[in-house]
């Protein structure tokens, strides 16, 4: 990116495009410094992004406009002064509310524990940050006492985070994400993979999973990016029926301007994420750190540390400019349909 932005000698929407250096942009995506950058450089880093994505054709919108990013600044930028952000209101000043308790707080056991035997990542301080968050938001042990019984140890505090995020990112191989599942395609995955289990365990199981999605579709909703590989759109699970209706939602819920979906099509060969799934959720108070969650079978990892998590968020960026683009992902959804 260093080489790029010398190129941009003309100013671009009346911005000078700054230097990237990469010692510079390196410390920054790796919150390696703690302040919050200025915006001539975020917006300089954005417009090279665009375009980078347009050398490659990909309709750089899909990476956020100029305008967005500026919109997103502005309330990081109001938010690390103590001010809720206008899009945010009373929430965000919870979200700092719960950053100056976390702060305030002695020692705590770390609440992100992943499978038995496994010992939580991250900081001490930043999973109390996240602990305040989740309880500030009300979120904790939400499932109580009707679900308790299916959900799995290591996937408790991801309930909690996914309730209190204002964005998340997520990359699926294999299913279609919880989120944007249609109950008969939950109840489809779900008896595969619990196949032994009493049918009201299954049916609480798939509960579970659409009233997750109820705060997607509520009042002042996270917004959603979610990548699929070609082929969790051409598995069949629930038969061809309930395929074309799981379709028929993605392609309704793509629509919301909360949600964005791209498809990785299988002609694309090889791409940056060779693994399992992949999910980032940020927080809208910009003092508490981005968390990625991986999921594995019987087990996940939380990251907090910059260092474990720059991998996954380079991954993550690299496939929302490898992926069909929103647009083109739709049109893929509309002719799969007629395949199943």
Sequence with gaps: MEALSRKFATPV?????????????????????????RWSWVASYVIVLRAIA??????????????????????????????????????????????????????????????????????PGRDEALDALTRRFGTAGWWHPDYQDVVTPWVESYLELEQAAR??????????????????YARAVIAHEYGTSPETQIRRRVELRTRRQQRLWGPNPPRLWAILDETVLRRDHGG???????????LEVSCRPNVRIQVMPLARGGYAAAGGPITALRFAAAELPDVIYLEHLGSADYLIDPEEKVCFGQV???????AATPEQSRDMLRRLRTEH
Excluded at 20 to 27: F, K, V
Excluded at 76 to 86: F, I, K, N, T, Y
Excluded at 316 to 322: A, F, Q, Y
Aim: hydrophobic letters at 35%; a positive charge; charged letters at 25%.
């Design 240 to 250: 061809p029926e309930t395929m074309r209706a799981q379709l028929d939602h993605l």
């Design 316 to 322: 993550l960026d690299r496939l929302k400019i490898e």
């Design 54 to 123: 347009s050398r490659n054709g990909v309709n750089p919108d899909t990476l956020g406009t100029l305008d967005e990013w500026k919109a997103a600044y502005d309330d990081a930028s109001r938010q690390l002064r103590g001010l809720p952000p206008d899009a945010a209101g009373a929430e965000a000043e919870e979200d700092v509310a719960a950053v100056r308790e976390a702060r305030r707080a002695r020692t705590r056991p770390a609440r992100l524990p992943v499978a038995a035997g496994d010992r939580p990542r991250g900081r």
């Design 13 to 37: 929407q009346g911005l000078t495009v700054r230097l990237l250096a990469t010692s510079t942009l390196q410390g920054i995506l790796t919150h390696q410094r703690k302040n919050l950058p």
């Design 167 to 184: 964005v998340i990112w997520c990359y699926e191989p294999q299913f279609v994400p919880g989120l944007l599942q249609t109950p008969a």
